[in-house]
């Protein structure tokens, strides 16, 4: 199966800045079609996930544009160019690039 | 709007079974790949199972496969993930998630709220 690791594990952030979460792959995840499924959800306390990004870089429906998504190959990044409070939770990237889908372990945000 | 609800969890001994469920409304629910994501108190998220649109291909992950079963009702706009012989291993909230093809690779856009399976004696 492949592995995501994502980096750091914890993030404390302070308000009004900006944060970025690392998310590496043990394969590439260029499909054949040539894109790439990388997802990006986001977990509130309490909450259920929600997707913020897929295929790299395209945000859902609703999503800020603070919120922004890069990468190729093995190597993809979240950016929230300046946190807010409400972006508080746990990140998870997750490929379904390659069967089966899997998730990183999460990147705890916190505010400072 | 989109919604998916999800019921049937509970305290459960070791070796028992549980049906999990899942209603959805406010979209075709007859025309989207289904699936079961899990996760263990305080751990990450694990896909656990999705499910066709028709039903006609079901896959699962391996330490769920040969115990579990997902299936789907179009008539009724419901999921189920039947679970027997459960393990302690297998305590986790279960979310019931809009998409999991491995064609379109287009997944979990909607999740429910959850519904929380504890496996003890």
């Known amino acids: ?112 | 709007e989109v919604q998916l609800v999800e019921s049937g969890g509970g305290l459960v001994q070791p070796g028992g079974s549980l049906r999990l469920s899942c209603a959805a409304s406010g979209f075709s629910f007859d025309t989207n790949w289904m699936s079961w994501v899990r996760q263990a108190p305080g751990k990450g998220l694990e896909w656990v199972a999705n499910i066709k649109e028709d039903g006609s291909a079901r896959y699962y992950v391996d330490s769920v496969k040969g115990r579990s079963t997902i299936s789907r009702d179009n008539a009724k706009n419901s999921l189920y993930l039947q679970m027997s012989n459960l393990r302690a291993e297998d305590t986790a909230v279960y979310y019931c998630a809009r998409g999991g093809s491995p064609l379109s690779h287009d997944y979990f856009d909607y999740w429910g709220r959850g519904t929380l399976v504890t496996v003890s004696s």
């Open chain 1, 1 to 112: 199966d492949v592995v995501l690791i994502q980096s750091p594990l914890s993030l404390p952030v302070t308000l009004g800045q900006p944060a970025s979460i690392s998310c590496r792959s043990s394969q590439r995840l260029v499909y054949s079609d040539g894109n790439i499924y990388l997802n990006w959800f986001h977990q509130r306390p309490g909450q259920s996930p929600r997707r913020l990004i897929y295929k790299v870089s395209n945000r859902d429906s609703g999503v800020p544009d603070r919120f922004s998504g890069s990468g190729s190959g093995t190597d993809f990044t979240l950016k929230i160019s300046r946190v807010e409070a409400e972006d508080v939770g746990v990140y998870y990237c997750m490929q379904a690039t390659i069967w089966p889908p899997t998730f990183g372990q999460g990147t705890k945000v916190e505010i400072k």
